[in-house]
């Protein structure tokens, strides 16, 4: 049974960078997509990236092209989320997500996915 684990959140200033980890155990990284969500103050959560089991390829949401930077190590079975010049509207809670389907296509959809983490809080404050 895959397993999923969210690191690396914490408070940020703004125009600060952060690095979020998800660690996966009980199975194989190549076998899944991972995708990473978040879920602000009061809102639904939404699909920001994801990479695929196949070849690698990297998806973002419009509104995270540019600073947000997905990758994976296939040897320590961990995918991250790199945010570069963060802002207040960053602020949330991140999950990541992991579906069989080979492609992306469908990340910004939470029923993509059929496993979650638990989450990490992000803030970006002053």
């Known amino acids: 049974q895959l397993q999923l684990v969210e690191s690396g959140g914490g408070l940020v200033q703004p125009g600060g960078s952060l690095r979020l980890s998800c660690l996966a155990s009980?199975?194989?990284?190549?076998?899944?997509?991972i995708g990473w969500f978040r879920q602000a103050p009061g809102k639904e959560r939404e699909g920001v990236s994801c990479?695929?089991?196949?070849?690698?390829?990297?998806y973002y949401r419009d509104s995270a092209k540019g600073r947000f930077t997905i990758s994976r190590d296939i040897a320590k079975k961990t995918v991250y989320l790199q945010i570069d010049s963060v802002k207040p509207e960053d602020t949330g809670v991140y999950y990541c997500?992991?579906?069989?389907?080979?492609?992306?296509?469908?990340?910004?959809?939470?029923?993509?996915?059929?496993?979650w983490g638990q989450g990490t809080p992000v803030t970006v404050s002053e």
């Open positions: 990479i695929s089991t196949i070849d690698g390829h990297a």
């Open positions: 009980g199975s194989t990284l190549e076998h899944y997509s």
């Open positions: 997500a992991a579906t069989d389907v080979y492609h992306c296509t469908g990340f910004v959809f939470r029923s993509f996915f059929d496993h």
